[in-house]
Structures are given as structure tokens and as C-alpha cells.
């Protein structure tokens, strides 16, 4: 009797596994693709597009908050001027508030005179792929205090988490699929091996 439930619990653990390896894969892929095809543009040096979009630049008068400091100011300021993004850094020196502001195809920079509240805003249009670039970087180990400052930011951050333990589950059910295959255990050794020898070849030279 418990030779047949183990036999049950296993049959349905590899059915279930199965299923997930497949379907995480395919959910996860688009995300894998965008990471692929990005880590290729930023390993070459050259780029088969041109990202020099046309620079907007305006004047207006803003109200900068005193009782407030730090990314709840910045927030302010841009809220009048009507843009939205990441806010990368808060740079503040004498009468002077910068504010640079980023988000995929965009970015900006916000000039404020604290003395006279004007605002000097300045805005550049990138193309798609420049896009890509900015969500392979994003949220990126730049100034951590205040980085996930824009909802956006935060969703992409936890949605490429999530990637990262799915392509650790699908890595760890592709080893358990293919112990389970008795007829694939040949191949998948060799091919293993040579996986784990590339590796450690490539590590080994880069460090020793």
C-alpha cells in the first residue's frame, strides 16, 4: 500500500513539475529575451540606432516646499512642472535644485533657482531600444536611498525578482526532469559536463 502512495505522490510530483518548468518558462520568456538582447547592445560598442533625441527645453515659475527635504521635494517640484519617472539623484548646492528624472525613452532634468522659483526644465525623447537598455539597468545599485522612488520602478524591480526564482526553479526541475528521464541521463551528463567545464574553465582564467 505505501509502495503504490509513494509511487502516486511521485508520478503526480513530476506531472506537477513538469507543468511548471513548462509554464514558468513561458512566462518568464519575454523577460529573458529582453535581458539577452540588451546584455548583446551593451557588450558592443557600437549601437545600430540613434539615440539622439530632440531636446525640449522650457521656463516656469514653481513653489519649491521648505518644510519638506529630499525625494518629497523633488516630488513637489516635478508635480508642477508635470513629469513623472524615476528621480535618479537630488543634487542641491547653494540657491541652486537639480533634479535629473528618467523613465524608458525619456529623460529630464529639472533646473529650479531657489531664489526666484524658476524652473528650467529640459526633456529628451529616446527611441525603444533605448527603452530596453534603461529596464536591463533599472533599479540598478545607484544612490539606494532613494531609488524605487516611482511606482513603475518598483513593479519592474519586483517582477524581475520574480524572474530570477523562476529561472532558478526552471534550472533546478530541468536537472530533476532529466534524472527522471532514465533514457536522456547519458546524454544530459555529457552535455552537463561540458557545461561545467566551460564554466570553470572561463572562471578559473578570469580569476587565477
Not at 61 to 75: L, N
Not at 111 to 127: C, K, M, P
Not at 181 to 207: D, H, P, S
Amino acid at each position: 500500500m505505501w509502495v503504490t502512495i509513494m509511487r502516486l505522490l511521485g508520478k503526480n510530483l513530476y506531472l506537477w513539475i513538469k507543468e511548471f518548468h513548462l509554464y514558468f518558462g513561458l512566462f518568464i520568456s519575454p523577460f529573458v529575451l529582453l535581458f539577452a538582447v540588451t546584455t548583446l547592445l551593451f557588450n558592443h560598442t557600437w549601437k545600430p540606432w540613434d539615440s539622439r533625441g530632440e531636446v525640449g527645453k522650457v521656463e516656469m515659475t514653481v513653489e519649491v516646499p521648505k518644510d519638506v527635504e529630499g525625494i518629497a521635494q523633488a516630488k513637489a517640484v516635478m508635480q508642477q512642472v508635470g513629469i513623472s519617472g524615476e528621480i535618479r539623484n537630488i543634487f542641491k548646492r547653494r540657491n541652486r535644485l537639480t533634479i535629473p528624472v528618467m523613465k524608458p525613452g525619456y529623460n529630464a532634468s529639472i533646473q529650479v533657482d531657489l531664489e526666484t522659483g524658476i524652473a528650467v526644465v529640459e526633456e529628451r525623447e529616446l527611441n525603444f531600444w533605448d527603452g530596453l537598455m534603461y529596464l536591463h539597468k533599472s533599479p540598478g545599485p545607484h544612490v539606494a536611498k532613494i531609488r524605487g522612488n516611482w511606482i513603475f520602478t518598483r513593479i519592474w524591480a519586483f517582477l524581475v525578482d520574480g524572474v530570477v526564482y523562476f529561472v532558478l526553479f526552471i534550472s533546478a526541475s530541468g536537472i530533476y526532469l532529466w534524472l527522471v528521464l532514465k533514457a536522456e541521463r547519458k546524454t544530459g551528463l555529457i552535455v552537463m559536463g561540458a557545461g561545467c567545464f566551460t564554466f570553470a574553465a572561463i572562471v578559473m582564467a578570469l580569476v587565477l
